[in-house]
């Protein structure tokens, strides 16, 4: 028997499959092995049907697919799901609410009602697995033994994944944190719609459904403050709620409690009231109790009266310092969280508490010849555990009485220390006491995931280190940030049979990996013969901020990483990566290379499918990666070889600066391009087979073009598709009004004339000053319009180049004269700093093979290199008694690149004395020229 719905749920538009499309969807949530691909591929005839039933719309798809996996790969099960009387329930909207209901409908009993509770959180607020599943067990939605009650909730979190009910936020580790889609949520709350509310204090009507209707749940969402927001007077008849969940400010009023809500069992409140937590102890029956990023500095003594109190939150609590004695009198405690609070110690005899589960942020505190760390001992059945403040500990003996060893049912384990990243008066003795405290704290077998956050000894803890008895063999994540002082990654993981997650974060010190990381064999049987596979289950690695780090070694018979499928290196000074990468790592995926400043090439990963760099600004080459099928390109300007990619379906180039497209873009072809640049590029793909971009890109099916203005990325915009042809585009000819400057001079010799340089030498030159001038103060036209890259560098070049005084410069190009005066020395000052970085002057096989290049280039026999001088007034006028003039002399190789910049005031430098210091024993052959159509000094010297 089903029920008739008959009131309509909010409309969503989304883009529907194709049919084998949405075959492929359904199949992926189903397929979980080699086997099953030709089980389910033998339903097909019946899959299509159900597809069809779906609509093409990808959540109800998806949701199938979740059903589907409950089921039995059998002709008779996926038909008993295509003729479910559900598919003709009426009053249903279009799109998908038959497969949610059909989905839900399929749910044990005891997992609707969690289901349920789950779509009342409000979106506006982080709800973590462990406290939803904390909401479940105070509402009674689990029931078993109460050893198990976690790990049921865990199990019932998990199945709403798997029937695509949630969906993990890919931003969190372990499926700690979950979505639920609008449409789904949409549906839950109308279910659920006679026992409970789900609102947002800027409806209309809320205040007339809290009067008109008694709730159990109720959940409310405020982001209005002052007179605004809901007042909490209206809550006061709503005298049966079980849960209250109220996120955003509520007005309070002198005289406003919680004493109406008797029944209560389960209440979040963020930015709570203190007026309000007097009153908790009127909860007789409350075993929720969560008050997170609220003003509070402690909890009242009466807490202590709360006997069924299970779970308490005080996250984000800033201001949070004392814990009551009173808090050793609930014995029913599951959890407690003090993350983000400011806590500064536990009450002793905290230790009779023995029926926690859960502790966050548990404060490492010493007086005198006790610790708080010994009360942690008795707590035996602790799963989950984060103890923060030990660099407080000052005797390894105290870290021994946590017994962590002897936790048998812990599985998560945080051990953090505040940070002493950049302290350079960290000495010994401190080091060497760390390393006794987390010697001290050595985990239990039991162990699933562990972090170490501001850990500042310079060896790892003993028991991470390679040996025959390492406690972490049941290890799946590890998560270390903050490392110091610690100048190697340790060496006892290679090993452990079930790590799948590792993660490294800021680690200054650590600058090579070496053959320790990849330990191959048993130490105590070193021979070739006992070789075994390292990191035999790690899918995931990330290693991120190790910014000394640049070797790392791994030859290509070193057996290792066999299920990696994501690599994401970030911030380091890689030369190159190891050849085991690319000959070992064959199920790698996805990698990511992001601000890895030495690295040159990317090649030879014949399982790659997606790949992102990201600021690299040494990359040159990407070739020979035949699976490829996504590239993301941000701002890698050296790079020139993209080859070798048959399969690319989906390229990205980002580089709001970008002014042609890359040259590699004609020998590449992808299904799709999605481009950030410049606006003077995107103008030049909108004139089509008139510009000269045309080829690079028209034979792409479909391309997707933005430039940036202000802080919207996609202000400007070009759209094209080859089949059928089509070209829409928002950019005018008055979006390129940039008069005076680099967009009005469109051929070449014109171009020369102005600038008195190639548009190549001219991007060039770009490129050396982009990093740091897309950064600067943004400048406009006096009309407001922005300011590109190749403007500035262009307004520069002008009052280099002419005599005429900055006002003048200004009116011509459309810009005040004070922007003119700002960006030259602006632009100056970027090249002088660059110049630090080239202070050597060449040997003698260098010198050589420059002279041959200058002969070759400018017929300029036995030339060492090119001096150009210039001065530059600075200041409102031209007047040179009035204002400071600047000498500006600049050596220049054959490529046209500055090796060398010197300024000096006018008159204190002279050209001949650079020589004697940049070029010793050199004979150098001179002569001067002026620049055409200049009055100022500027001369080229040879």
Known sequence: ??????????????????????????????????????????????????????????????????????????????????????????????????????????????????????????????????????????EGFLHGPSDDLEELGRKYYKELIQRNLIEPDSKYIDQSFCNMHDVIRSFAQFVARDEALAAHSGESNIVSKLSAHKFLRLSLESKASGSDGLDWSSLQAQTTLRTLISVGRINVKPGNSLVHFSCLRTLHIESAHAALVESLHEFKHLRYLSLERSDICSLPESIGKMKFLQYISLRGCQQFVDLPHSIVKLGHLRYLNFQKTSINGIPRGFCVLTNLRNVNGFPARVDGDWC?????????????????????????????????????????????????????????????????????????PSLSFLAIEGYFGRRHPKWMMSSSDMPLKNLRILMAEDLASCTQLPDGLCQLPYLEFLQIDRAPAIKRVGHEFLQSYHHQNPRPSEAVVSFLRLHTMKLMGLVEWEEWKWEEQVQAFPALTELILFECNLKRLPPGLASQARALKVLSVQ?????????????????????????????????????????????????????????????????????????????????????????????????????????IEHVKAYAHEGDNPRKWYALYTTNPYNLETNVSSSALMYRGTLFSLEDAQTFESAFKMTRRTFRYICSLVSLELNYMTCYTFADGRELSLQDLVAIVLRRLYSSEPPETIGSTVGVNESTVLLVTESFVAVLCDRAKHHLLWPDSSEKDKIKSMFDKIHNMNNCCCVICTTRIPFGPTRDSENNCSVIMQVIVDPEIRFTNIWLTLTGSMNLSSIWPECHPNQEIHRRTMRWKGSRHPAGWSF
């Not at 969690?114 to 697995?129: N, T």
């Not at 020998?667 to 640049?677: K, V, W």
């Open 1 to 138: 028997m089903t029920t008739q719905v008959t009131t309509l749920l909010p409309y969503h538009h989304v883009d529907k499959l194709k049919e084998e499309d949405a075959w492929s969807l359904l199949k992926k949530q189903i397929v979980s092995s080699v086997t099953d691909i030709h089980e389910i591929d033998m339903l097909k005839d019946i899959g299509l049907q159900i597809v069809a039933k779906c609509d093409g719309l990808p959540l109800a798809i998806k949701v199938m697919g979740g059903l589907l996996c409950q089921k039995d790969n059998q002709h008779s099960d996926w038909k008993m799901v295509l003729d479910d009387s559900i598919w003709s329930v009426s009053g249903m909207p279009k799109e998908l609410n038959h497969a949610v209901y059909l989905s839900y409908e399929d749910l044990p009993s005891c997992i609707k009602q969690c289901f349920l509770c789950y779509s009342l959180l409000p979106k506006a607020a982080k709800f973590l697995r462990e406290d939803i599943i904390g909401m479940w067990i105070s």
């Open 595 to 699: 601000q890895v400043k030495g690295l040159i090439s990317l090649e030879n990963i014949a399982s790659l499918i997606e790949l992102q760099v990201i600021e690299n600004f040494h990359l040159e080459r990407i070739t020979n990666l035949p699976r490829l099928q996504k590239l993301t390109i941000t701002r890698c300007p050296k790079l020139k070889v993209l080859e070798g990619v048959p399969a690319l379906q989906r390229l990205m180039l980002e580089d709001d600066y970008m002014e042609t497209l890359p040259e590699y873009m004609g020998s590449i072809n992808p299904r799709r391009l999605e481009l950030y640049c410049s606006l003077a590029l995107l103008a030049s793909m909108t004139v089509a087979q008139s510009g000269l971009e045309w080829d690079k890109f028209s034979h």
């Open 372 to 444: 708080s760390l010994e009360e942690l001992g008795p707590l035996s059945r602790l799963k989950y555990l984060e103890i923060q403040g030990l660099e407080n500990v000052t005797d390894s003996s105290f870290a021994a009485k946590a017994k962590l060893v002897e936790k048998v049912h812990l599985t998560n384990l945080c051990l953090t220390c505040g940070s002493r990243l950049g302290d350079d008066e960290l000495i010994e003795e401190e080091t060497q006491q760390i390393e006794k405290v987390f010697d001290e704290l050595c985990p239990p």
